[in-house]
């Protein structure tokens, strides 16, 4: 058994255990209930754990690191006058024409 993410709300973690189980790794919670020990026991060991077995490490933590990572968009270059837009803008901060659409 090898735990794959924590967080400190099961919201949290119950996201990426739904994820998992889509790419067929088989995975459990660990301390589920135990958020009423809270204040006996450090907080972070108190924070439920999404385990899974060793042989499926490596796959469950690829999903889980690419489900976590941050989305970046190219920067573009607006066509009206040329200024360059970071991604995560939709409009040209100087003209204020639309850019790209986000899939491109």
């Known amino acids: ?15 990426i255990r739904s994820l998992l189980e889509r790419h067929g790794i088989k995975c459990w ?6 958020s009423a020990g809270m204040g006996d026991i450090p907080p972070i060991e108190c924070w439920p754990q999404l385990c899974v077995e060793e042989n499926d490490l ?7 690191a690419m489900a976590l990572a941050p989305e970046t968009q190219a920067a573009w270059r607006c066509e009206t006058c040329g200024e360059e837009i970071e991604g995560q803008f939709a409009q040209c901060w100087k003209c204020g024409r639309s850019g790209p659409p986000p899939d491109r």
């Open 29 to 34: 919670v660990k301390n589920e209930f135990i």
């Open 58 to 64: 490596p796959e469950a933590t690829r999903v889980v």
């Open 1 to 15: 058994m090898a735990t794959v993410y924590s967080a400190p709300n099961i919201t949290l973690v119950s996201i």
